[in-house]
C-alpha cells in the first residue's frame, strides 16, 4: 500500500470516490479545452532515437532517460560553483496539496504535472505559460487517495503527451497546444464504486502506455496494469497481479492458477486482495518486457480474523510481463506473506553492471523493506539483496532460496512490536538516482520504526486507509494518549528491548555501491520525509527537503556543497536541462503525501509551517538572485465557537468516528487541510451538507453518507466544538 506512517490522530488525504462517465473512450469536449497561449512551434518531438541517446539538454521521461536513473550528463553545475545557483523564475501552480512529480524538459519546454492530473506546459527558461490542462476530475475521487491526491509524472511520445487522472481516466493530449486527443478509462468496477485511484506516471513501452493503479489500502482493490495503443487509447492487455475471489470461478488469467494456491483459503475477498502497481515501472526495448512492482496484500495482516497467511503471489513483488502478449514472464517475491505493508512498488532502474566478474543486465530496486534488490532482467534470478538501512522485519535474505528468513521480533500476534523499517519504507516513491560511472546509487532513505498493533477489535474500528494495522512511529507513539482509542499498550522502551540502533526517526541521503553491496558515505537531512534525488555527471546529488532547502552533496563524499533556501517544502526530484546554452535546475515543490497527509501535524521547522505550502515550479541558474521567499503564515484568531457540548456520551462516541473517518485527513494542529477546530461559523452550519451531501466537493472533500448517518455527523460535530473548547482554555 502506498506508503505513510499512520499515527491515529493523523493528518490527511482528501476525500473522493465515485463518479464520472461510463464512456470507457471519449474525445475532447470544447468545455474542457485547455487556457489558450500561443502554441509552440515543436512540441515534444521525441521519438525512440531519441530516448536511446538521451541528449544531455533534455529530460525525456521521468527518469531522464529509457532507464530510469534520474542522472543527467550535464557538468555547467559543478561542485566548485553550485553555491552560485540562484533564482530563475517560478510558476504558482494553485494548489496545497502535495507534490510528487518529475516534469519533463524537451526542446526548451518544460512540461509539468500536478494535484488530479492537471498539465502544464512552461518555456523552460523564462517560466512562461504556454497552455494548461485541467481534467476536471470530480473531487469525491480524493476520498479513496490514501496519500493525498498526488500525480507522479507524464510520459511524452511523437508530440503527445500522457497522463493520468486520479479519478483512473487516461488523457492524450496535443504537447503543443494541450487540446485533449482522447482519453479512457483504466478503471475496472467504477460502477461498482471501487476504490481504484491513478496516481502513477504512465510507462512507454514501444506502441504502448502501460498504466496501474492505486487502492490497496482500502477494501475491495484487485491489482492490476493496462496497456493501451500510444495512437488510439485501444485496449491491448490487461495483466493482474493477484487472485480473484475463488467462489467467481476459476481464475482469469493462467498465472493467477499458481498464485491462488498460496493465498489462505479463509482470505476475505469481499475486501479485496490488493497488489495494485502505483509507481515503479520499466520498460526493456531489447527483451520487450514490462517490469512492474507490486503493493501489499489487502488486508496486509494476513493472520487477521484467525488466518494462517501464506506467500500472497504476486504481492510485494517484482514482476515481468511480455508487452507483445501481456503474459508473465518471472517474477520474484520480495517479501512473501508480507505483513508490515512493505511494497515493492519503489522506482526500478535498468543498468549494465559487473557483479563477481561478469556483466550482467540488471533491474534495480532499493525497496521499502530496507534491501537494495539486484535481479537479471532476462531471468528475474536474484543476484543480490542487501540492506541500506536498519532491517528488524527479517534475519536477513537467504541468497539460495531468495527468502526472507523469519525473525520473530516482528511479528504482532500477540501484542505490539516495534519494527523497522515503518510502513513508510526505508526507501519510498521518492526517486533514487543512479550513476553508472561511479557505480553508485544515491537513496533517499527514511530510518525509521513502526510500532505496529494489532488491533481488530480497536474501539475506533476499522480505519479507512488502515486495513487491521494501525501503525505509530516512536515519536507519535504515546500509550497515555492513545488509551481511549487502543486500551493499555506498553511503553517504547519495552518495545525497543535489545535494540541496538537509535530508534529516533531520521533521514538520510545514502550512497550505495551496487558492486560491493555497501553503504560508501551518508549524509543527514533535515527530517526523515524529504525529498527524491538527482545527480549529475559533475558530482553533484540534488535534494529539496521538508525545510525548503535544495541542497547539493559531493558524489563522491557526500560533503554538503550548497543550500539553497526556496522557501518551499520538497519531496519531488529536481531536473536539469540547458536551454541556449544555460544549465537550469528545477524541482515542483510542494509537501504532503505520506509525510503529512497521513502522518501528523506539520513540523514547525518546515517551510511548509511557515511559509504555507502552495505549490511552485521553481528554477535555478548559476549567478541568479536568492531566490523570493513566500509570505510568513500566520493563523487566523479563533472563531467563535458553538456552545459547548453537554453530552460527554455523544463527544465520546464522535471521537470514535473522527478517528475512523476524518484523522487520516484532518489532524489538530498546522497541517496541509484545514485544522476542523478553526472552523468559521458558517462552516459549522453547513456541517451536515459537507460530510453528508458533499458540498465541498469542488474542494476536493467527499461526502461520507455510504458509511455516516445524521446523527454520526452530529457525534463528529460535537467531538470536533469539545476539541475546539479545549484548545481555547486549555487546563493550566
Known sequence: MPTHCRPIVIALVVSLVAGIGACSRQPAAPSEAPSAAPPVARAAAVDSERLARAEPEQWFTTGRDAAGTYFSPLTDITPDNVGRLGFAWDYKLGTSRGQEATPLVIDGVLYASSNFGRVYALDAATGKELWKYDPQVDGQWARYACCDAVNRGLVA?????????????????????GARLWKVDTLIGRDARKPYTLTGAPLLAGDLIVVGNAGGDFAGARGYVTAYDRKSGAQRWRFFTVPRNPAEGPQDQPHLEAAIKTWDPAHPWDRGSGGTVWDGMAYDPALQLVYIGTSNAAPYNSHGNGRKGG????????????????????????????????????????????????????????????????????????????????VTWTKGIDPKTGRPIPAPGADYDHGPALVFPSESGAHSWQPMAYDAGRGLTFIPVIESGNVIVEAEHRRAGLVEGQFTTPAFTPEGYDPAAMKSLYGDLPPLKVLAKGMTHDTASRGFVRAWNVAEHRVVWEAPTATSWDGGVMATASGV?????????????????????????????????????????VQYVAIIAGYGGGAVIVGSPLDPASAAYRYGNDGRVIALKLDGPA?????????????????????????????????????????????????????????????????????????????????????????????????AWKAQSPPK
Open 311 to 390: 506467500d500472497e503471489l504476486y504481492a510485494a513483488s517484482i514482476i515481468a510481463i511480455k508487452a507483445d502478449s501481456g503474459a508473465l514472464a518471472w517474477y520474484y517475491q520480495t517479501v512473501p506473506q508480507d505483513r508490515w505493508d512493505f511494497d515493492s512498488t519503489q522506482k526500478l532502474v535498468l543498468a549494465d553492471v559487473t557483479l563477481d566478474g561478469k556483466n550482467r543486465q540488471v533491474v534495480m530496486q532499493a525497496a521499502k523493506n530496507g534491501f537494495y534488490y539486484v535481479l537479471d532482467r532476462q531471468s528475474g534470478e536474484l543476484l543480490s539483496a542487501h540492506n541500506f538501512a536498519v
Open 627 to 723: 531566490p523570493p521567499l513566500p509570505p510568513e503564515r500566520t493563523d487566523p484568531p479563533w472563531p467563535t465557537l458553538p456552545a459547548k457540548p453537554t453530552d460527554l456520551q455523544q463527544v465520546a462516541a464522535g471521537e470514535l468516528l473522527y478517528n475512523r473517518y476524518c484523522s487520516r485527513c484532518h489532524v489538530f494542529g498546522r497541517s496541509i487541510l484545514p485544522d476542523l477546530r478553526r472552523m468559521s461559523p458558517e462552516t459549522h452550519g453547513l456541517f451536515h451538507a459537507i460530510v453528508l451531501e458533499g458540498a465541498y466537493r469542488p474542494k476536493g472533500m467527499g461526502r461520507f453518507d455510504d458509511v455516516l448517518k445524521p446523527e454520526d455527523a452530529d457525534a463528529i460535530h460535537a467531538y470536533v466544538i469539545n476539541e
Open 541 to 581: 546529488v540534488f535534494q529539496g527537503d521538508a525545510n525548503g532547502l535544495l541542497n547539493a552533496y559531493a558524489a563522491d563524499s557526500g560533503k554538503k556543497l550548497a543550500s539553497i533556501n526556496l522557501g518551499s517544502s520538497m519531496m519531488a526530484a529536481p531536473v536539469t536541462y540547458k536551454v541556449n546554452g
Open 157 to 177: 511520445f511523437d508530440g503527445v503527451l500522457y497522463v493520468g487522472a486520479i479519478d483512473g481516466w487516461l488523457h492524450a493530449l496535443d504537447a503543443r497546444t
